[in-house]
């Protein structure tokens, strides 16, 4: 297969880490938090970018872990990163059950220059989460939303149950107010009385269903575990949608292949 | 730089099967082997697969997948650390050092540079001299078994030293250059280098 990643000029920049206080824990579902941050030196990213957090304990030992942005770059001076706890988690524990209103917390970003969405890159868009995936995708919806893009963007989002969605109501908000927003939820686990979203894993139909419609000029941004991104890259291509249309970001747990 | 800054409450869940000197500093021993890509995993037929070194030599070399078996191989077991924090240590390969498909052509002594093209478009660089002296292979076996396409296969430069992201996957080939020219994530941000030992995550990190 002949394809070109395509390369996004940036304009290099030495990313200094830096103290953000925390002014706002938001709980999203039981198990993921969304963490509203103040930043001395703040500056605009892209969607799609992450922060890199570093934790540092007295004895000089220090974790890192990336997350995702999940704020648009038109909310200044500050970021939101969105936390799914994993059990096994050195620094999401940390975050989940110690970090409060008030506290500080190092980190340095934005970083990454590929997974990104802006404005003027144009569309139509067809982003496709699984669980804690949505978060880069929230921020590019957010940004579509702030930058008052009038590209159609369609959202096909798999998550266990419908407790398990992150975002469940600003989607649903979004979704009615008719900019152009189309939300597709499916529940792979369990599906509440009178569930009208899919109810599985997605598929080829799924994806054909959803996707279809944008045509074969899309923009695909895929995130979540990695035999969600891999089936749904490889369906997209499939379907005729060319390899560099088709950015993708793994994300949360990570996978045991 | 860091030291000052103390993160109230954090303890740390230091591991106590992961000896220090192998973990490099902000990394973490993960058991899993987490997949990374930009794009698709690309799929190319064995038969229309082929390895070249071209650039600066006098005469491009290119092997066929059948051809490409039929060069000496060795066992490699490595630690690997992909700079989004997760190192695997003691992973298991099969693979052609590179000392021996270098051996096969006539380099420029200009030659200083490396970029790995592969499937899919991507590209990474490196010092010719950081993938010599067997430091680096291209790997088509992983733990006994022919490498999987979302790890890279069938084929992926293995360069241990080097963030993973230099261990190019679905690597096609080599080209050998005089001044370096950075390849897809080393535009993007990322580091030039890429030692984890120094934690040259990022444009400009460096730590001496």
């Known amino acids: 297969m002949e394809t070109e990643l395509i ?3 940036t304009i290099p920049r030495i990313l200094e880490w830096q103290i953000a206080t925390v002014i ?5 579902t039981q198990s993921v938090k969304t963490f509203i941050l103040a930043l001395p030196n703040w500056m605009p990213h892209q969607a799609g970018q992450h922060y890199d957090v570093r934790l540092t304990t007295p004895d000089g030992y220090q974790a890192q872990r990336s997350y995702s942005i999940a704020s648009n770059p038109e909310q200044k001076g500050e970021i939101e990163l969105t936390v799914e706890r994993l059990e096994e988690g050195e620094v999401s524990t940390y975050l989940h059950d110690i970090l409060i209103m008030g506290d500080q917390v190092e980190l340095r970003g934005p970083i990454g220059g590929y997974f990104v969405w802006e404005a003027c890159m144009g569309g139509p868009l067809l982003l496709v989460a699984g669980g804690s995936g949505i978060v880069p995708l929230m921020a590019m919806i957010r940004h579509w939303r702030a930058a008052g893009s009038n590209v159609p963007v369609r959202l096909l989002y798999s998550s266990r149950s419908q407790e398990d969605i992150i975002y469940r109501d600003e989607l649903e ?6 900019e152009g927003l189309e939300v597709f939820h499916t529940l792979t686990r369990t599906q509440p009385i009178n569930w009208n979203g899919y109810g599985r894993r997605i598929d080829m139909q799924m994806l054909d269903q959803v996707a279809r419609p944008l045509g074969s000029n899309l923009k695909a941004y895929i995130c979540g575990p990695t035999a969600l991104v891999e089936g ?26 | ?14 591991r106590q099967d992961a000896p220090p000197d192998r973990v490099p500093p902000g990394q973490y021993v993960t058991r899993d082997f987490p997949v990374l890509s930009a794009g698709p995993t ?4 064995l038969e229309r697969w082929n390895f070249e070194i071209n650039g600066l030599v006098r005469q491009p070399v290119c092997w066929s997948w059948a051809e490409f078996q039929l060069l000496p191989s060795q066992h490699y077991t490595v630690d690997i650390h992909c700079v989004t924090k997760w190192s695997k240590l003691d992973t298991q390969w099969e693979g052609v050092s590179l000392d021996t498909l270098l051996a096969s052509v006539d380099a420029d ?14 590209s990474t660089n490196m010092p010719l001299k950081e993938i010599l002296d067997g430091k680096a292979f291209i790997g088509y076996r992983y733990n006994g078994a022919p490498l999987a396409p979302e790890h890279g296969g069938p084929a992926r430069l293995v360069v241990p030293a080097l ?18 020219n950075p390849g897809f994530w080393e535009s993007l941000g990322y580091n030039n280098h890429g030692d984890p030992w120094k934690e040259e995550r990022y444009y400009g990190d460096r730590t001496d």
């Not at chain 2, 002594?109 to 991507?122: E, K, L, Q, R, S």
């Not at chain 2, 963030?163 to 370096?180: C, H, M, N, P, Q």
């Open chain 2, 42 to 45: 690309p799929r190319t037929p």
């Open chain 2, 109 to 122: 002594p200009n030659a200083h540079y490396v970029i790995a093209f592969c499937d899919g478009g991507y």
């Open chain 1, 232 to 257: 749904v890259a490889n369906g997209l291509v499939a379907l005729g949608i060319h390899a560099e249309q088709i950015r993708t970001e793994r994300f949360g747990p990570t996978g045991t292949t």
């Open chain 1, 24 to 28: 706002k824990v938001r709980l999203e």
């Open chain 1, 173 to 178: 908000r979004l979704r009615k107010d008719g």
């Open chain 2, 163 to 180: 963030y993973f992201w230099k261990s190019a996957k679905w690597v096609r080939g080599l080209t050998l250059i005089e001044k370096d």
């Open chain 1, 7 to 9: 390369k996004d000029e």
């Open chain 2, 1 to 14: 730089m860091s030291g000052t800054f103390l993160s109230r409450g954090f303890l740390g869940k230091r």
